[in-house]
């Protein structure tokens, strides 16, 4: 791969990784919940699913998904029920006011497994990995170089992509002083991850059409 080539791979990716969605939504919420130091568990969570999917998607299973339209459906079915669970969680949740100088409750492996299962959830991603990925793969040198460059060069984009929205919650977090403006937060949150499900889910419907 030339320096070229990789240069243009990181700016792709790293604009592919900008825009909102699930899986920015997320480390912001963790760090409202916990604060510092914990808030750079979400992203690494993000960055181990990175791996999974770049492994799946070099290992040709993204484009078994693309040619199994059922099994493609039916993933993106489970993907939405799981983003509309979290959307419901955050709804019920009970609020209370947050202490900017303190730690949150929930574990380092428990953020970052959450955070790793929001964006594993979503079998789209597996396919933006194939689409991003193939162009920058030679077939005429070995593979494995090649992804030994890749990989690692993704996973850091996304690890750093999403530091910069858990950073970006800090503001919020000072002003989340009340059980109020938690409680208005979690249902902005869980409304965001429900209507992520919802379109999710009509998408679904549409390929299966």
């Not at 070229?4 to 790293?14: A, G, K, N, P």
């Not at 858990?166 to 991850?193: E, H, N």
Request: net charge positive.
């Amino acid at each position: 791969m030339t320096v070229e080539s990789w240069l243009t791979f990181v700016v792709i990716w790293t604009l592919a990784g900008l825009p909102l969605g699930p899986n920015a939504v997320h480390p912001i919420g963790v760090t409202l919940r916990n604060g510092y130091p914990r808030c750079f568990f979400a992203p690494l969570g993000m960055a181990l699913a990175c791996v999974i999917h770049a492994t799946i998607a070099s290992l040709g299973v993204g484009t078994l998904l693309l040619l199994s339209p059922t099994l493609f459906v039916t993933l993106k079915l489970a993907g939405a029920a799981y983003l509309a669970w979290l959307g419901v969680k955050l709804w019920l949740r009970k609020p209370q006011a947050i202490n900017p100088q303190s730690g949150g409750a929930e574990s380092a492996v428990r953020i970052v497994l959450s955070s790793c299962a929001v964006s594993l959830v979503n079998p789209k991603a597996v396919l933006s990995y194939v689409a991003i990925f193939a162009p920058f793969v030679s077939a005429e040198s070995a593979l494995l170089p090649q992804l030994v460059i890749l990989i690692p060069t993704a996973t850091l984009i996304v690890f750093l992509n999403y530091v910069g929205y858990a950073l970006l919650a800090w503001p919020i977090r000072r002003w989340m002083d009340s059980a109020a403006k938690r409680r208005l937060f979690d249902r902005i949150s869980g409304t965001m991850f429900i209507g992520f499900a919802a379109l999710l889910g009509l998408s679904s419907r549409q390929s299966s059409v």
